[in-house]
């Protein structure tokens, strides 16, 4: 049980610092909020993560075997330390110019749910992060059976349903619970975490790799 919160841990923040990234997502439910009230953020997500779970069920299904491989563990293992790297420094260098107030010209139109997986799915990051993180997560989990891809994903959707519930709500409530100075704060203590994080993937991969 404690490996398997660790994965539930560990891919809540993983998924909550990517999360917090501005991008489509986080751009529609900004405009869609004030007409949609707080269900808008809950919507896109569930279009979100029914996209990445017909994913998540298709790599599994196709290349279970694969990924329990010695090789494709410590390849995407310090595939997935490089690209958290990334992540980490873009997420810093970005810090000064970061605020919650982005355009809201993007439509989601009537469809939030086919909206959030669309979104989703033509945001070329989305498609790095699973080739990259998302590959290197699953193999590390499926080392736990079934119920490691379980806490895994179940900790993945999570963060982003609290985030974009938490977003969806303040601009429908029309507050400003927190501000700027505050989001940065948090996006910098993410960028940290996820470079301690690519320290720990890159080390089990070399670890395989010496044994």
Same mark, same amino acid.
């Given at each position: 049980?404690?490996?398997?919160?660790?994965?539930?841990?560990? #891919?809540?923040?993983?998924?909550? #610092?990517?999360?917090?990234? @501005?991008? @489509?997502?986080?751009?529609?439910?900004?405009?869609?909020? @004030?007409?949609?009230?707080?269900?808008?953020? @809950?919507?896109?997500?569930?279009?979100? +993560?029914?996209?990445?779970?017909?994913?998540?069920?298709?790599?599994?299904?196709?290349?279970?075997?694969?990924?329990?491989?010695? &090789?494709?563990?410590?390849?995407?293992?310090?595939?997935?330390? %490089?690209? !958290?790297?990334?992540?980490?420094?873009?997420?810093?260098?970005?810090?000064?110019?970061?605020?919650?107030?982005?355009?809201?010209?993007?439509?989601?139109?009537?469809?939030?749910?086919?909206?959030?997986?669309?979104?989703?799915?033509?945001?070329?990051?989305?498609?790095?992060?699973?080739?990259?993180?998302? !590959?290197?997560?699953?193999?590390?989990?499926?080392?736990? %059976? &079934?119920?490691?891809?379980?806490f895994f994903f179940?900790?993945?959707i999570l963060a982003?349903?609290?985030?974009? #519930?938490a977003v969806s709500?303040?601009?429908?409530?029309? %507050?400003?619970?927190?501000?700027?100075?505050?989001?940065?704060?948090?996006?910098?203590?993410?960028?940290?975490?996820? +470079?301690?994080? &690519?320290?720990?993937?890159?080390?089990?991969? !070399?670890?395989?790799? +010496?044994?």
């Amino acid at each position: 049980m404690p490996i398997l919160l660790t994965i539930f841990t560990t #891919s809540f923040l993983v998924a909550f #610092s990517g999360a917090l990234m @501005p991008g @489509p997502l986080l751009t529609v439910t900004i405009g869609e909020s @004030p007409r949609r009230g707080f269900m808008a953020g @809950p919507l896109l997500i569930l279009g979100h +993560a029914l996209l990445e779970a017909a994913l998540v069920g298709a790599i599994v299904v196709g290349l279970a075997p694969v990924l329990q491989s010695r &090789a494709v563990f410590i390849t995407t293992s310090l595939i997935g330390a %490089g690209v !958290l790297v990334w992540m980490s420094w873009g997420m810093f260098r970005a810090l000064p110019q970061l605020t919650l107030h982005v355009p809201t010209d993007q439509a989601a139109g009537r469809n939030l749910v086919v909206a959030g997986a669309l979104l989703s799915l033509a945001n070329p990051y989305w498609s790095i992060w699973w080739v990259t993180i998302g !590959l290197g997560y699953i193999t590390h989990s499926l080392a736990q %059976g &079934a119920w490691g891809l379980v806490f895994f994903f179940t900790g993945h959707i999570l963060a982003d349903l609290g985030w974009y #519930s938490a977003v969806s709500t303040m601009i429908w409530k029309g %507050g400003r619970f927190i501000g700027d100075r505050v989001y940065r704060w948090m996006i910098g203590a993410c960028a940290t975490f996820l +470079a301690v994080f &690519a320290g720990v993937f890159a080390l089990a991969g !070399l670890r395989a790799l +010496a044994q």
